[in-house]
Every structure is written in C-alpha cells, then in structure tokens.
C-alpha cells in the first residue's frame, strides 16, 4: 500500500515537472511558410531552355525542402537544391530548375518547412511551348491607285490556326527601290484576329504585316502584296484669300487677295485667278474680276460693293496642277449715311444808291463763303434777292442770282418803292442755308 502511494507520488512529480517543460510560455514555435512563387511566370518554352527560379519564405524553421513532380510522376518529387537568406525570424529561400520542350505540361510541387513539427505548401505550375502565330489573308486594295488616294489594308492574326484578338499588329511598307521595310501604323486585332486600316499612299511598293509576338506567342509576319501609285496632277490651293473692308459703304471698292500655291506649297506665279461673288439670298456664283499671279503666287484684285454677299476666288488649274478654289469671304455692304453739310454765311451786303430815285436801278452787293473745315472760303451758290416795302410786315421774292466761284454776289433791279432789302441763301446738297443782314433804302420821287 505505501508502495502504490509513493509510485503515485512520483508519478504525480514528473507529471508537474511535464508540466512545467511544456507550458505555452516555453515551447518553441512552429514553422510557417508562404506559398511557393514561380518566375517566369508563364512558363513558355521558345527556341532555347528556360531556368525557372522558385522563391518561398518561413519562419522558426530550420531547414526547408522543395519537391517537383513532373506531369505523370507518381513517385516522390524530385528534389531542388534551395539556397536560404535569413531576414531576423524569416528566411527566404530560392532554388532554380532548366526546363526545355520535352518539359511540357502542368507540375506539382511541393514546398516543406521543418522546425518543431513541419508546415508545408503545394501548388501547380504550366510549362508550355510557345504559341505559333501567322498574320493570314493579308491584302491591300486597290493595287493601284492614285497619290494621295486612301488604301485599305487589312488581314487576320491566328495562334495555333485559331483567331487571336488583341494583339498589336504592325503595318509596314517598302518603297521600290528601296531595302529596308518602315513603319507605318499599328492596329489592334479584333474579334477572330481580324484588322484593318486605311493609309495614304505615297509611292509604289510592298506592304506586309508584322506582329512581334509577346510572352506566350512567336512572332510572325504576313505575305507582301503591291501597289502601284502612279502621280497625278500636282495638289494646289489659295491661302489667306480676304476681301476687305468689312462692312463696306456702298459704292466703295472692296479690295481683294490671297496667294495661290502649288503642292509642296510654295507660291505659283503667272496664273489667272478669278474672283467670283454670290450675293445673299442667291446660290449663283458671278465672275467678278480677276488677277494673274506674282512670283510669290500673290494676287490682288478690287471691285465696287454693290450687294452684301460672299466673295471667293477660284483657279480653273493648268497642265499638271488640279485646279481649286479658297473658301468663301463674307462682306456686308451697308447704305452710307449722308455726308455733313457745312455751315454757310452771306456777308457784306450792301445797297445803294440811297436814297435812289424811282424807276432807275437799285444795286446790290454782298458774299457768300462756305466753312471749309475751320476755314471760310468764297462759295458759288445760287442767292435770291427779297424785298420788304416800309409799313408792311411781308418779306417778298424778287429775283435770283449766282455767286461767282469767289463768292461775290451782284445784282440790280428798278426801285419802285421804299422799303428793307436783304439776300437769302437757301443752302444745297452740301451746305446749310444762311441770309444776309438787311439794308433799308428810301426811294424817292
């Protein structure tokens, strides 16, 4: 009985002792480990072997261990040789492996941490070759055009003999005569590989397609298909053409210009260029006026403002250079508002004899000037004579004269009665009117 008891109460001892050994304060950590990455990634095998590098990380563990199991393979994985650097707790640990085509298909792998117990991941990558590409169908229409025409170019990108959509296709051309192939324009592959474009052409040559391929796919590049460009009439076109004043006074001259260019585009003398006019309201075009071309392919031209409207000028083109026209300059011709009339004045009149005895002539004198801007000058004006006789409140018309181009006034008519006499000038088209002042003359018998 006191056996059994002490037996108890040893066993009770280590039990304390187990205890304190493995108390959570105590034990060791256990690994940890991250998922395996694999680089590249994808894996494509093109013309030469391919090393992949495998990169992973733990932590509180010792050692580790990298497994490979080929595409089939039921048996243990094939190790791989991984070299550490330790970061404080982590480590990171790396190992390679050189696949080549016979490698092909999907791998497991395995990744083990060992510490106190053991932690591990797994995954599963692709070797696969590269794809085979080929730019199908590829055309460019029409084979022969004219320079500066448009032309479509236009085919299909396949992988594996299967459309690929987006992928970048470059379109190129060779001029005749020429070695090396240039760019030109890139397009995107749509829906079953399919792409177009439309290009200038320029010269005679070969287009082609190219694609450069891309991670996963070989590059390719298409049949060359001609064209033909042959050169047609030289381009030419008017630049700055302007017609000015804008508004314009009717009846004024509009002035006219611009300069007429050929294609390259520099200035093309000695060539009739015509200014038409089409007036508001109206869809027909009017020869005008015209002019022929300087040196520098400058013309000028004018003509009178009528109607408002759109002037242009336009060039019919001559042997080897297309004719054009510029485009069309609005003008709006306005009504001029009539022009300031001048101040007039009748000076010095005068007359005499007085007292004038009835039934012989009574003279008369006087001036007439115009404000010219600030300056009185002598004016020819058309001046009535008028006639007040004494007692009466009546002015009455008695006769006309003209000034001289000095502005002297002269005139003579029978005295009848006693009365007030003055000229009177009534003013025209340019002038205000004026009178003179008045002269009293008695006339006896």
Known sequence: MLRRVHAAGIALAMSAATLVITSPAAAAEAPSISKVSVSPAPLVIFDKPVTATFTFTTKSAGKAELQLKAPGQVSVGTPVELKPSPHGQWTKWTGTKTFDAKDTGRWNLLAIAHGDGEKSSDGAFEVRKALDTKV???DADPDKVVRGERLRLSGRLLAEGKGYDGQTVTLTFREKGTDAYRHVAKVRT??????GARVEAEATGWWRAEF????????????????DVRHGDRDSRITGFDARPEPVDKGDRLRLSGTLQVEGWRGL?????????????????????GDVTGRDGRFWASATAERSGWWRAAYRGTRGVDGTSSGADFVRVVQPAPPAKADTRVLAFNAYPEPVKRG???KFKGLLQVDDEGAWEGYEGKVQLWFKAAGSRTWKYVKTTWSDDGGKLSTRTKASRSGTWKFVFRGDDDTHGDHSGTDYVRVRR
Do not use: H
Not at 190 to 195: I, L, V
Not at 269 to 289: H, M, N, Y
């Open 212 to 227: 450069d391929g891309n991670a996963v796919a070989r590059g390719s590049v298409s049949d060359t298909d001609r064209v």
């Open 269 to 289: 003398p000695g060539q009739r260029v015509d200014i038409l006019f089409k007036a508001a309201g109206s869809s027909r075009w009017e020869r005008v006026t």
């Open 136 to 138: 199908a169908d590829f």
């Open 190 to 195: 749509g829906r079953g590989g399919w792409f």
């Open 360 to 362: 012989t002539y009574l």
